[in-house]
C-alpha cells in the first residue's frame, strides 16, 4: 500500500513540498500527505503538484489545495497545468489556461474543467503538453487544443486553438511532457508520428527542423514500447526487444554528455548493465530506475531535481535516498524543475486478494502451477475460466502465468510490463479493470456466492456483551457472500475456516449489530466503500461499523476509519 513519496527540487510555488518555506527543495524528503490513503499516482509541473487516489484528485496549486471526487486512470502533467482522464471517458484539467489548453476561450481557471465535445464522445487517451492538451477518442480521433507555437499543434500553422480541433483519424496512444511543445502519438497500424519542435532533434527524424504537421519516426514503428516521454529538447523512450529493455534518446539527453544533440535515437548503455524499468523527464532533466532499485538521474541540476550540488550532471549519476526500502517497487515522475519518486502500491483490496492466491487456500480451480477462485478470475479477465486456462497454458510459460494472476488478484500496474503480451492476447485493456470496479460487480452478481452470514433481523435489548446468542434460528437473516471474499478480507473469517473440521455453508453474526449495519460491512469487503443512501440512519451505521472493524479483524490498512471519519464530519456528529 503506497500512501507515501519522496519529491525534491524546485520549490517557488510548492509543487515539491507545500509545507516547506524553502524555495528548493535539496533533500529527498518523504511526504505523508493523508496516511493509509493509496497514492496511485503522483505528478508536477511548474507551478501544481497533483495526485491521485482510487476515487479523488487531489492537487496543490500555488500552495492552495483543490479536490476533485472522480475514478481516474490516468493523470498527465504538463507545464502550469494537467488533465486526466477518468475510468468513464472524460477528461478534465485543471491550472493555467491562457492558451486554450483546458479550452473555455482563455480563461485560467482554480476549478477543474472537462474537456468534451459537442457529441460527448468518450475519450481513451490523453496528454498535457507545455501549454497544449492532446485527447483521443473511442474512435481513434486526434484532437489537439492550446499553443500552437512551434508547430505544437501539428495544425501546420501558429495559431493557438481554445477548442479541442480535431487533427488526425486512426490513432489509438499520445505521448508528450511537462515542458514538450509537441506530441507524438501512434496509429492503429503501429506506426509512429510526431510534430511540434524539432531545433535539437527532438523527434529523432534525422532533421533539426520544426515539425507544423505530424511526421513518420520510423524508428519506433512496430516496436514494443514500455514508455516513451518528451521533455523541452529532448525524448527518452523505454522499448522491449526480445525482452530486454533498451533505453533510447534523441535531442540534448544522451548520457555520455547531456546537452550534446542527436537526431536520430541513440541507446543509452550507462547503467552498469543493469536493466531500466522505468523513466521520467522534465524540462532538462531526465530519471530512471533500474531492476534493482537504483535510482539514476541526470541533466540540469539548478534546482537540485538530481542532487544537492547544484551543479549539471552529464552522465547519469546514482541518486541516494536516505532509508528507503527496496522492497518496494517505485515509479518516477519529473515535474518541470523538480522528481518525484512513489510507490506504485496497492490498495487493501489488492494487498488480501494477493495474500490469498499467495496462501493458495479456499480455491475451486487451477490454472498453470496455481490454485485460483474460478468466479474472482472468471470476472478480472472477462474469460471463461475454461477458456482462459486453455489460452495461459498453450501460448505462456508458468512464469509469466503467475505475473498475470498476481495483476488480476492485486490489480497493481507494476505487473503490467512484463505481461503487454497476455492482455493483448486476451484483448484486456487493464487501465479500465480497476480491482475495485470489478469487485463492485462481483458483489452485485449472486451466482457464485457459496457462503452465508446468519444475522438476527432485529436486535433484542439485552445485556451488552451478549451480541446475538439469545437469538432463534428462525429469527435469522441470510447474508450471501463468496467465502474466499470473507477469507481475504477478515480474520475473523480466515482464521475460522483454517480451524473448522466440518465443511459448513454458513455462520452466524454474533456482533450483536443491526443487519442493516451488517450488510454495509460485507458490501465494503467487496468494494471497499462506504455508500450512504437518503434512506440510511448514518449515526447508526457508522457507530456500528467502528464496533465491528475490531471484531471482522479488518485489515489495518483498509482505510475503513477514515471514510467513517469523514461521515461524522459530513452529516456532524460526534
Known amino acids: 500500500m503506497s500512501d507515501f513519496y519522496y519529491c525534491?527540487?524546485?520549490?517557488?510555488?510548492?509543487?515539491?513540498?507545500?509545507?516547506?518555506?524553502?524555495?528548493?527543495?535539496?533533500q529527498q524528503t518523504k511526504v505523508t500527505p493523508f496516511p493509509n490513503r493509496v497514492i496511485n499516482s503522483t505528478v508536477a509541473g511548474y507551478t501544481y503538484r497533483a495526485i491521485q487516489y482510487d476515487d479523488e484528485i487531489k492537487t496543490y496549486f500555488l500552495k492552495k489545495e483543490y479536490s476533485i471526487k472522480k475514478m481516474v486512470q490516468k493523470i498527465c502533467p504538463g507545464f502550469e497545468h494537467f488533465c486526466f482522464l477518468t475510468v468513464d471517458g472524460e477528461v478534465y484539467g485543471f491550472g493555467k489556461n491562457s492558451y486554450g489548453q483546458l479550452t473555455n476561450s482563455f480563461v485560467s481557471s482554480s476549478e477543474f474543467v472537462q474537456l468534451k465535445l459537442e457529441n460527448n464522445e468518450v475519450f481513451i487517451d490523453c496528454v498535457a503538453g507545455y501549454n497544449q492538451t492532446y485527447c483521443v477518442t473511442k474512435d481513434l480521433k486526434l484532437y489537439v487544443c492550446g499553443y500552437a507555437k512551434n508547430g505544437a499543434l501539428g495544425t501546420g500553422n501558429e495559431n493557438r486553438v481554445d477548442d479541442l480541433l480535431f487533427l488526425r483519424d486512426n490513432v489509438t496512444n499520445v505521448y508528450c511532457g511537462t515542458d514538450a511543445e509537441g506530441l507524438i502519438f501512434k496509429t492503429q497500424d503501429n506506426k509512429y508520428f510526431g510534430f511540434g519542435k524539432n531545433q535539437s532533434g527532438n523527434l529523432g527524424i534525422g532533421?533539426?527542423?520544426?515539425q507544423t504537421v505530424p511526421h513518420e519516426i520510423t524508428f519506433l514503428n512496430s516496436k514494443s514500447i514500455i514508455s516513451l516521454c518528451l521533455g523541452l529538447d529532448h525524448t527518452l523512450v523505454l522499448i522491449d526487444i526480445n525482452g530486454?529493455?533498451?533505453?533510447?534518446?534523441?535531442?540534448?539527453?544522451?548520457?555520455?554528455?547531456?546537452?550534446?544533440?542527436?537526431?536520430?535515437?541513440?541507446?543509452?548503455?550507462?547503467?552498469?548493465?543493469?536493466?531500466?524499468?522505468?523513466i521520467s523527464t522534465g524540462c532538462n532533466h531526465c530519471l530512471a530506475i533500474t531492476d534493482t532499485n537504483k535510482f539514476y538521474g541526470w541533466g540540469e541540476n539548478t534546482y537540485h531535481q538530481i542532487t544537492s550540488s547544484g551543479s549539471t550532471i552529464r552522465t547519469p549519476q546514482q541518486i541516494n535516498i536516505k532509508d528507503l526500502d527496496l522492497s518496494l517497487e517505485y515509479k518516477l515522475s519529473c515535474?518541470?524543475?523538480?522528481?518525484?519518486?512513489?510507490?506504485?502500491?496497492?490498495?487493501?483490496?489488492?494487498?488480501?486478494?494477493?495474500?490469498?492466491?499467495?496462501?493458495?487456500?479456499?480455491?475451486?480451480?487451477?490454472?498453470?502451477?496455481?490454485?485460483?477462485?474460478?468466479?474472482?478470475?472468471?470476472?478480472?479477465?472477462?474469460?471463461?475460466?475454461?477458456?482462459?486456462?486453455?489460452?495461459?497454458?498453450?501460448?505462456?510459460?508458468?512464469e509469466k502465468i503467475s505475473l498475470f494472476l498476481k495483476w488480476v488478484y492485486s490489480g497493481s500496474s507494476n505487473y503490467v510490463p512484463k505481461i503487454s503480451e497476455i492482455f493483448e492476447k486476451l484483448d484486456i485493456d487493464h487501465r479500465k479493470k480497476t480491482i475495485s470496479c470489478d469487485m463492485k460487480s462481483l458483489f452485485n452478481d449472486e451466482n457464485g456466492k457459496n457462503?452465508?452470514?446468519l444475522?438476527?433481523?432485529?436486535?433484542?435489548?439485552?445485556?451488552?456483551?451478549?451480541?446475538?446468542?439469545g437469538m432463534e434460528d428462525d429469527n435469522l437473516e441470510e447474508i450471501p457472500v463468496h467465502k474466499f471474499v470473507l477469507a481475504a478480507r477478515s480474520g475473523l473469517f480466515r482464521n475460522m475456516f483454517k480451524n473448522v473440521t466440518e465443511e459448513t455453508q454458513s455462520v452466524r453474526d454474533y456482533s450483536g449489530k443491526a443487519i442493516e449495519s451488517i450488510e454495509f460491512l460485507i458490501k465494503y469487503l467487496y468494494t471497499g466503500k462506504i455508500e450512504l443512501t437518503a434512506d440510511d440512519d448514518p449515526q447508526l451505521i457508522v457507530e456500528d461499523?467502528?464496533?465491528?472493524?475490531?471484531?471482522?479483524?479488518?485489515n489495518p490498512k483498509i482505510g475503513i476509519?477514515?471514510?467513517?471519519?469523514?461521515?461524522?464530519?459530513?452529516?456532524g456528529f460526534d
Open 451 to 453: 457462503y452465508k452470514i
Open 455 to 469: 444475522v438476527p433481523e432485529e436486535i433484542e435489548d439485552e445485556d451488552e456483551d451478549s451480541g446475538n446468542e
Open 8 to 26: 525534491f527540487g524546485n520549490n517557488h510555488q510548492g509543487e515539491s513540498n507545500e509545507k516547506s518555506t524553502e524555495n528548493k527543495v535539496a
Open 244 to 278: 530486454k529493455n533498451k533505453l533510447y534518446s534523441t535531442g540534448k539527453a544522451l548520457c555520455n554528455g547531456f546537452g550534446q544533440e542527436k537526431t536520430s535515437f541513440t541507446e543509452l548503455d550507462a547503467f552498469g548493465g543493469e536493466e531500466v524499468i522505468d
Open 335 to 398: 515535474g518541470s524543475y523538480n522528481s518525484l519518486f512513489y510507490v506504485k502500491g496497492m490498495d487493501s483490496l489488492g494487498e488480501d486478494f494477493l495474500k490469498l492466491l499467495e496462501d493458495q487456500e479456499y480455491t475451486d480451480s487451477e490454472i498453470g502451477n496455481l490454485k485460483v477462485h474460478k468466479s474472482f478470475v472468471e470476472l478480472r479477465s472477462g474469460k471463461s475460466l475454461k477458456n482462459l486456462k486453455e489460452i495461459l497454458e498453450n501460448d505462456f510459460d508458468n
Open 207 to 210: 532533421s533539426k527542423t520544426n
Open 561 to 571: 476509519k477514515n471514510q467513517l471519519k469523514k461521515i461524522r464530519m459530513q452529516f
Open 545 to 554: 461499523l467502528e464496533d465491528v472493524v475490531e471484531y471482522y479483524q479488518l
